[in-house]
């Protein structure tokens, strides 16, 4: 009887260790004060194999500003694949496409920050600001080293 037991037991954690995580990509949640510069760090988990992935991430204008993209942590990733055009920024979207050119896949740990946002608050005392991720005008896609969109999780801050 238990060596049935143990035998069940070790099948059912083999087979929840071989689920693949779905990748997500994460902002934080962050307090400043009004006027303050300050910087938002988006991060990974699950990021493995993957060959792409763009989204846009918007904020309300009125309440704070892009100042810069001081830090990039992926192969082929820079200030060139941030769509910082004037008309973005006004409406305060930055769309963002990566991709990786020898479409091998990239792996980085869990909790990898990939880019840094330097932002400034512009907002009231008390004001909430949403940080989202949202797919207009770069959809929300994930693609892994076989070149299929996967499913994926988005942590808005």
Wanted: charged letters at 20%; one cysteine or more; a negative charge.
């Amino acid at each position: 009887m238990y060596k049935n037991l143990l035998t069940l037991l070790l099948v059912c954690t083999i087979g929840l260790s071989l689920q693949a995580q779905d990748p997500t990509m994460t902002l934080p949640y962050i307090t400043v004060d009004e006027s303050d510069e300050f910087e938002i760090e988006m991060s990974v988990s699950n990021f493995d194999s993957l060959v792409t992935m763009q989204f846009t991430i918007q904020w309300d204008p009125t309440k704070m500003s892009l100042l810069e993209i001081p830090f990039f942590n992926l192969p082929d990733l820079d200030s060139s694949r941030f769509g910082i055009a004037p008309a973005n920024l006004d409406e305060g979207r930055l769309p963002v496409s990566w991709e990786d050119k020898t479409l091998l896949g990239i792996t980085v740990d869990d909790g990898t920050v990939v880019f840094k946002l330097r932002m400034q608050a512009m907002g009231n005392p008390g004001d909430t600001i949403p940080l989202e991720f949202i797919g207009m005008p770069a959809a929300i896609e994930v693609v892994d080293n076989t070149l299929n969109a996967v499913p994926h999780a988005i942590e808005n801050g």
